[in-house]
């Protein structure tokens, strides 16, 4: 008795048709195109939180260098009546100037933080530390606005202290700092607009119009040693 092959020894298993090809192709290439997709949208996203999250970690570390620093003007060591006058040397909106007693070298040291909002010497946007012949070094870049909130004895406030009072009055300061992340955000519109700690709502930060994101800090500081 024959087999079926033995019968039909030319007979061969059929490949696929053009047809099939065609749809094969097809379906692959709509997957390829669905996978870029997910992965190009995933980027993006994952590209947009690494850019808050470092602008965050910007924010917060010159919010607690400048409060490190700020809590020790006046500073006189363990013998405040008969070391230097220390205290705030300058006070304006966007920068302060401090003395205090350096233990190192016994001698007064003055830090300045200052705010750039134009381009001299390419520093535009950034803030500054000086410490007596040091700097200024950056410490934050991408800082849209920076302002310095006084409160003086007796409860007088302004960004500009000297025009209401003695800076020896002064007796804290409330800073506030806006940041931006240093890529723009095509999926992103920045229309807000942010209000400093003097509450000077005729003159907010804004509007930018832009992709940045921003996040706006703020820090009380108590002048203890004045």
């Known amino acids: 008795m024959m087999t079926s092959n033995q019968m039909h020894p030319h007979h ?5 048709t053009l047809v099939e090809l065609l749809v094969a192709l097809a379906m692959a290439a709509l997957l390829s195109v669905a ?8 980027s ?3 590209t947009a939180q690494d850019n808050i999250i470092s602008m965050q970690q910007n924010l917060r570390a010159a919010l607690y260098l400048m409060g490190r620093d700020l809590r020790m003007a006046g500073y006189r060591g363990d013998n405040p009546a008969t070391a230097p006058k220390a205290g705030v040397t300058d ?12 233990e190192e070298t016994g001698a007064l ?15 535009k946007d950034t803030l500054s530390r000086t410490m007596d012949a040091d700097g200024p070094f950056i410490i934050s870049e991408d800082i849209d606005g920076v302002e310095f909130f006084y409160t003086l004895d007796g409860g007088g406030q302004s960004t500009a202290p000297a025009t209401i009072g003695s800076l020896d009055d002064i007796r804290s300061v409330e800073i506030t700092i806006l940041a931006r992340t240093n890529r ?3 999926n992103f519109s920045n229309t807000a607009t ?3 700690a003097s509450d000077n709502s ?4 804004g509007t930018n119009n832009d992709g940045h994101r921003r996040r706006m800090g703020k820090s009380f500081i108590l002048f203890r040693n004045m």
């Open 109 to 123: 040291s003055t830090i300045t933080y200052l705010h750039y909002d134009s381009n001299a010497d390419g520093m």
């Open 12 to 16: 061969k298993s059929q490949g696929l």
């Open 44 to 46: 993006r996203t994952q």
């Open 194 to 196: 942010y209000t400093p």
């Open 184 to 186: 723009d955000d095509r």
């Open 202 to 205: 005729n003159a907010p930060w």
């Open 35 to 42: 996978l870029v997709a997910t992965f190009a949208s995933y």
């Open 91 to 102: 006070a304006k909106a966007d920068s302060i100037s401090f003395s205090f007693l350096n």
